[in-house]
């Protein structure tokens, strides 16, 4: 993240300049208006502090995790390539373990995603479905449903879980269209902490701001 600066006002100063750069004498400002200068002021340097903080802990962890599973490989004589997949750590006696995830993020070629389902409609336009094939009728209805205007990719993938379930020319092209249509774009680890409570069950330790619960 860029280094964020902000500008504070003060109540000494004799003029505040507004968004738009405009200068209002300071005995125009309200009592509310300088209590927000001052109260939000001290919530940015808190947040862009506790950031800082945030980031420096994400890069130790990480460095941590790689650390332990490598002495772990070694100890164990073990043979991993270096595309390592999910990882759990413990300590001694499993009170808290390091979870680390690999996520893969896919995008889809919007051309190749619009040839498989003109070859889809084609096939429904020129093949009578019998029952047996009402299942791949269907999952392509709920695959191409759309959510305020968008596709659902996921829902488009899960196609492809099914590729041999149809023998028809039109479906075997729409198949290869969307496997065409994946691509890669990066893969991201993601670290979590678990600590064992009272009752013997795992918590997360929560470092998504949304997710941490205030006691009140």
């Not at 939000?40 to 862009?48: S, T, V």
């Not at 729409?174 to 678990?194: E, F, G, N, P």
């Amino acid at each position: 993240m860029r280094a964020l600066t902000f500008n504070q006002q003060k109540p000494t100063d004799i003029m505040w300049a507004d968004e738009s750069g405009m200068r209002i004498p300071v005995k125009r400002i309200t009592p509310s208006e300088r209590k927000r200068e001052r109260s939000l002021a001290d919530q940015a340097k808190k947040a862009i502090a506790l950031n800082a903080n945030l980031v420096a802990f994400k890069s130790a962890l990480e460095k941590t995790a790689e650390e332990l599973y490598q002495d772990f490989l070694i100890e164990n004589d073990g043979k991993i390539g270096k595309n390592v997949g999910n990882v759990t750590l413990y300590n001694f006696d499993k009170s808290i373990k390091l979870v680390v995830k690999i996520g893969e993020r896919i995008s889809l070629d919007e051309n190749f995603i619009n040839l498989a389902k003109a070859e889809l409609d084609e096939m429904f336009a020129q093949y009578t479905i019998d029952s047996q094939d009402t299942f791949i009728t269907d999952l392509v209805q709920a695959a191409f449903e759309t959510s305020g205007g968008k596709l659902d990719y996921k829902k488009i993938l899960t196609l492809r879980k099914h590729a041999s379930r149809s023998k028809n020319k039109h479906w075997e092209k729409a198949m290869v269209h969307i496997d065409k249509s994946i691509s890669k774009m990066y893969t991201k680890a993601y670290h979590q902490i678990w600590v064992r409570d009272g009752k013997g069950e795992y918590q997360a330790v929560q470092l998504n701001f949304v997710d941490i619960e205030v006691e009140g």
